[in-house]
């Protein structure tokens, strides 16, 4: 239960056992922001997933089940950011002090808190929210700059594998989307990462990986270790262990290196990565949506809903009216190859499914001029069906 409040405004939650308490905490919070309510600990845990703007959780330390620094522990685990707040009684001093210093607590209030005292604790508490995502913005910016300078070299070095990891990104972010999950920023980051190691190996090896072909078992020793390169790699790079973590889970050959610990949707979006890589693969190698789908329903660690937010977003390539042939000059980034492309000496330059981006023509020009007039086969995705008109093209 919520009073109603502008809709930019942040989230409160308030926890205790006692139906007055909560309403007066309404009545004196709600000009503060969207006031929330829980009679209890699992009540409140269970409204966490829907309060995306929580700034402060304000709870009772004695309630019948979860005593109020429990509570307050596992909204930090979910909810990192907000700001938690205990109430609590003259006995309980002594409990509240270790919560504070065990828990990350913000703040403690003895009972009864004059209503003035409450509310500047929450307006302080809105503050250290509003500081710690700030700051957590400016962190993931200095990260995915860093990240930026390490893809942009995967470009320069292994056009093919970047192409191939930016496909990937764009199926992960829309199939994200369309399970109304938000893909993060270390998920892409994994994502485009996840072929950083293909640099170091033979052009041949390279090749087979993107296709999803068998390897040998010197091969896939030889893929191992550039796993592991990329691996060390990264663990220069302070801040950034959601992506490790993700990488580990995504790469076979890192699994020794999995946190059992991982908070539960890294453990999803590692899924998703791996199911999205999976049918790149086996788009790469020519082979049709629906039998790719089929292929991925068969997979152990595929999930219904995965398998079917994948192929809702999928569903237009099955249009054939969309695949048309068009000359380089007319080719738009987030069109999509639908076959490969070869250099005059046989040097893979993009496989099939590779998604075009804004240097792609030029590298393509660089290396292939002989194909200027040339027509390649291409998806044209529904965004940008209007240019130019597949109609007008065929």
Not at 38 to 58: H, I, N, R
Not at 158 to 180: H, I, K, T, W
Not at 270 to 290: D, K
Not at 332 to 341: E, I, K
Request: with cysteine; proline share 6%; glycine share 6%.
């Amino acid at each position: 239960m919520s009073l109603p409040s502008a809709p930019s405004a942040v989230q409160i939650l308030c926890i205790d056992d006692d139906e007055d308490v909560l309403a007066g905490l309404q009545l004196s919070l709600r000009q503060l922001g969207e006031v929330h309510i829980a009679t209890g600990g699992e009540a409140a845990l269970a409204l966490l997933p829907s309060l995306p703007k929580l700034a402060v959780v304000l709870c009772d330390m004695r309630m019948p089940g979860m005593s109020g620094d429990v509570v307050l522990a596992q909204c930090r685990q979910h909810c990192p950011n907000a700001a938690r707040i205990l109430l609590t009684g003259y006995s309980d001093i002594e409990a509240a002090m270790r919560a504070v210093n065990q828990g990350r607590i913000f703040r403690f209030l003895a009972k009864p808190c004059p209503r003035d005292e409450l509310q500047q604790a929450v307006r302080d508490g809105i503050e250290q929210h509003r500081l710690l995502h700030a700051e957590r913005e400016l962190l993931e910016q200095t990260i995915k700059g860093c990240m930026q300078a390490l893809i942009d070299a995967l470009a320069m070095a292994s056009p093919a594998s970047f192409g191939q990891a930016q496909r990937m990104v764009d199926l992960v972010q829309r199939v994200s989307s369309q399970c109304r999950h938000d893909a993060g920023w270390a998920a892409t980051m994994a994502t485009m990462l996840a072929n950083l190691g293909l640099v170091s190996l033979a052009p041949e090896v390279q090749e087979k990986v993107l296709f999803g072909l068998m390897l040998s078992q010197q091969e896939q020793h030889d893929v191992a270790r550039a796993q592991e390169r990329t691996w060390r790699l990264l663990a220069s790079v302070p801040r950034i262990e959601p992506v490790r973590q993700l990488l580990s889970r995504i790469e076979p050959a890192l699994a020794g290196y999995q946190d059992e610990s991982s908070a539960p949707e890294l453990v999803e979006q590692a899924r998703l990565i791996r199911m999205v890589r999976r049918y790149v693969r086996l788009e790469a190698a020519g082979l049709p949506v629906l039998a790719a789908l089929e292929q991925l329903e068969a997979l152990p660690e595929t999930t219904s809903e995965l398998i079917s937010a994948l192929r809702d977003v999928l569903g237009p390539q099955a249009d054939l009216s969309r695949q048309v042939q068009l000359v380089m000059a007319l080719l738009r980034p987030g069109m999509v190859l639908m076959q490969p492309v070869h250099t005059r000496g046989g040097q893979l330059l993009a496989p099939a499914g590779y998604q075009i981006n804004d240097s792609f023509v030029e590298r393509l020009l660089a290396a292939c001029p002989e194909l200027r007039h040339e027509r390649l086969s291409v998806l044209i995705p529904s965004e940008l069906s209007g240019l130019p008109n597949p109609k007008l093209l065929t």
